[in-house]
């Protein structure tokens, strides 16, 4: 079975929760433009998506409707790789690096279509004490305001000594150098800390991720721009 996987006394669970295939259709029938880009530090990527894959060709039990979602699955996961000097993104023939350009793997994710994956750099996060320092990078650019990034993890923390993702804004229109942010400046905007019960217990729950984070994304881009503005009249 693609969709489960055996655990003890031969049970099976689900390889992905029926929430995600949820926001899948949700979004679907709300006639949404997105992408979805698995990101993980292991090995799973194959698997979950080939699952995926499976779903969207209408072969899971609770969402044949799925067949419809006309978006393509990348079956050959990624890599990204960090070190102080540049995060490194390679899938294929593709190479980009950030030590030009730091917007241009924004560019990457900003623009792709349909699903796929991107194996993180596990031991660069251990290697910086598993902070956000050594975390999975995000970009982020509120000048930006037809694309929403958003990140959903369970090890997303609000202490940056001990969370999983890197977050960086570009403060300045256009600019290629952004900015650190911690957790908590985007925390239920673009990061979302999973609650794995939840999500278990209801279907719903990622698609409601999702919209709590739209309503909270428009005030984060009503406040930047007018902290920017606040910059511009000061200068004059």
Known sequence: DVFSVQGEHSKRYHLILPAFFRLLDSLHRDGRTFAVIFRTFGTDLPRALRAVSCALAGQHPQFPALRDVALPVDLTPGQIRCSKREVVLTKGAERMATRENRRKLY???SSFEGI???QDHYDWWARNQFSSRGGKPLWIDPHDPDIHHIFIDDNIRLDDADTIVRPQVFSKQGSSSPRCVPTSELYNVC??????????ANEDYFLNCVRRCEE???HYLACMEKDTLDQQWDGQ
């Not at 990061?191 to 278990?200: G, H, K, N, R």
């Open 107 to 109: 560019d990457y994710f």
């Open 116 to 118: 796929g994956g991107f």
């Open 191 to 200: 990061l979302v800390q999973t609650d794995l019960l939840e999500a278990i």
């Open 216 to 218: 909270s994304y428009d």
